[in-house]
């Protein structure tokens, strides 16, 4: 079964490609999205979630780095963060610090 998916996957994955690429300035680098899912571009009111928009990347790297070691407590960034490597952290890092806060 999963083999005789794979050309589909194949062929949606090359055809997603040029128009994702073509997107990153305004969803983000891969991964970017699923952030801006809690950590929204537009201020909520009352949210317990703080917002990262507009932040130094230096600063959400070394936030991305604690919560992986699990230095920082966490709710659920600690299972976040473990799903990105560094370059991943750095380029969605780089990409929310130049979002208007
Ligand atoms: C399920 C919701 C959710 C998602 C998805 C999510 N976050 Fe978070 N984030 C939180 C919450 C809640 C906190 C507060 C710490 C905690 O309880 O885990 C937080 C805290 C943070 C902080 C610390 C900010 C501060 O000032 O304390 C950073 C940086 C951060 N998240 C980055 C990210 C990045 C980058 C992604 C995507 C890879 C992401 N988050 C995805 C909910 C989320």
Not at 13 to 34: E, H, I, K, R, W
Not at 85 to 90: A, F, N, S
Request: charged share 15%; hydrophobic share 45%.
């Amino acid at each position: 079964m999963g083999r005789s998916l794979l050309p589909v996957l194949a062929s949606a994955l090359l055809m997603a490609g040029p128009a994702q690429a073509a997107d990153v300035s305004l969803n983000g680098p891969p991964g970017a999205s699923s952030c801006t899912g809690c950590h929204a571009s537009a201020k909520i009111a009352d949210s317990v979630i703080p917002r990262i928009a507009g932040r130094k990347a230096a600063d959400i790297v070394t936030f991305m780095r604690e919560y992986k070691s699990g230095a920082w407590p966490s709710s659920v960034m600690g299972r976040i963060a473990k799903g990105f490597d560094d370059p991943q952290t750095e380029a969605i890092a780089a990409w929310f610090a130049a979002q208007p806060e």
